[in-house]
């Protein structure tokens, strides 16, 4: 829809005078009511992205599609999210691929599964376990809700990650976002082809001494953990300085290749 004007049922983004984001789905006959005044859907409706349409107030509030990280940001929940300054590096760090064939436990509200359908695309496979199903069921919406509806090539699986291991399935990538990665290391790595790059997401530098260990146990190579820590900038004609908050911990990133 990049190019196209709004149409009924799909998000918006709409950016008020002091950059807050407010993600709303457009109904014809709808209005977005907000401190700054309610605004008609039908002013929106029609127009195309970058518009700038005003409250019943006055107020301009400008008008785009939502990116990923918007709609991570605003998504229902089930479990805690893996936010967008981590979606980013883990992608790239497990070198995640057009037409990869990926398995994810566990789903939780689906950001980084969102994430891997986007990165693989329709030519590539997302299997994703989550042992929860209320937790598979807000992915479910969350999933249908941005693509429009669940994406082909993508199989939500309810169960136990280790399950994988009877199905003769084989990965060029695992993502883990699991408190215990080593307890199903064993069934993960028999289905990562050789080369294939495990990546696990985790809060706690014990989760981490325990995972790094396991997988050099299980003779994982190029074994790395990191972090990301996010620090946005305040820039003005006369001011250039770091903002006083920034994003800092939220979870490390471990990587490693298995070795035949």
């Known amino acids: 829809m990049n190019g196209e004007p709004f149409r009924a049922g799909e998000r918006v983004v709409l950016l008020d005078e002091r950059g807050r984001r407010y993600l709303v789905r457009l109904e014809p006959g709808g209005t977005f009511h907000y401190h700054g005044g309610a605004l008609p859907h039908d002013l929106v409706l029609g127009s195309e ?3 700038t349409v005003h409250s019943t107030t006055g107020a301009s509030l400008l008008c785009f599609r939502p990116r990923l990280a918007d709609f991570v940001l605003k998504m229902g929940r089930g479990a805690q999210v893996i936010y967008p300054k981590d979606l980013g590096p883990l992608l790239i760090s497990a070198d995640v691929f057009p ?3 990926v ?3 566990g789903t939780g509200s689906g950001a980084l599964t969102l994430a891997l359908c986007r990165a693989v695309g ?3 496979r997302v299997v994703s376990y989550e042992r929860r ?4 069921d807000v992915a479910r919406r969350n999933a249908e809700d941005f693509f429009g509806k669940l994406p082909a090539w993508l199989d939500l699986r309810h169960g ?3 399950e994988v291991a009877s199905t003769g399935e084989t990965f060029q990538r695992a993502l883990l976002d699991l408190p215990e990665p080593r307890a199903v290391l064993d069934e993960v ?3 990562l082809i050789p080369g294939g790059i495990l990546a696990t997401y985790l809060p706690s530098t014990g989760q981490v001494q325990e995972t790094v260990a396991a997988m050099r146990d299980a003779r994982f190579a190029e074994v790395e953990t990191f972090e990301v820590l996010l620090r946005t900038w305040h820039v003005e004609p006369r001011s250039v ?3 006083h908050r920034m994003v800092a911990h939220t979870g490390f990133v471990t990587v490693g290749r298995k070795t035949a």
């Open 49 to 51: 992205e970058g518009t």
């Open 99 to 101: 037409g990869a064939r």
């Open 103 to 105: 398995i994810e436990a």
């Open 122 to 124: 329709p030519e590539g």
């Open 133 to 136: 199903a209320d937790f598979l």
């Open 160 to 162: 136990d990650v280790r």
């Open 189 to 191: 790595a028999a289905a």
């Open 241 to 243: 300085r770091p903002d």
